[in-house]
Nanobody, 128 residues
Framework: QLQLVESGGGLVQPGGSLRLSCAAS????????IGWFRQSPGKEREGVSC????????NYADSVKGRFTISRDNAKNTVYLQMNSLKPEDTAVYYC?????????????????????WGQGTQVTVSS
């Protein structure tokens, strides 16, 4: 059974940092491009960042550029999202998602419809 599990969320003050992890079980993550998405109450799910199978290509939403960094460790079957300089507007449930991509250098999109597998999400709350 293919499963993605997010962890690392929590409550942090504005300006603080968190590192989210997305661990895969039941499949090898290095066959998939990975995206991070977030959704807050009353809002559409938003693409935050994505990374190619090889890790050589990344993309970010304008709202997080320069503050968030996506990375992956295929040996550990895990993808990370380092979030720095957090703002209250970053508060949301964060999801990771996976899509099969033949080319290791090809990056997936920030469109949720393009992804096949989803985790259950982890809550991130930025508040003083």
């Amino acid at each position: 059974q293919l499963q993605l599990v997010e962890s690392g969320g929590g409550l942090v003050q504005p300006g603080g940092s968190l590192r989210l992890s997305c661990a895969a079980s039941g499949f090898t993550l290095d066959n998939y491009a990975i995206g991070w998405f977030r959704q807050s109450p009353g809002k559409e799910r938003e693409g935050v960042s994505c990374i190619s199978r090889s890790g050589g290509s990344t993309n970010y939403a304008d709202s997080v550029k320069g503050r968030f960094t996506i990375s992956r460790d295929n040996a550990k079957n895990t993808v990370y999202l380092q979030m720095n300089s957090l703002k209250p507007e970053d508060t949301a449930v964060y999801y990771c998602a996976a899509v099969t991509v033949a080319d290791p250098g090809l990056m997936a999109t920030l469109m949720s419809i393009d992804y096949d597998y989803w985790g259950q999400g982890t809550q991130v709350t930025v508040s003083s």
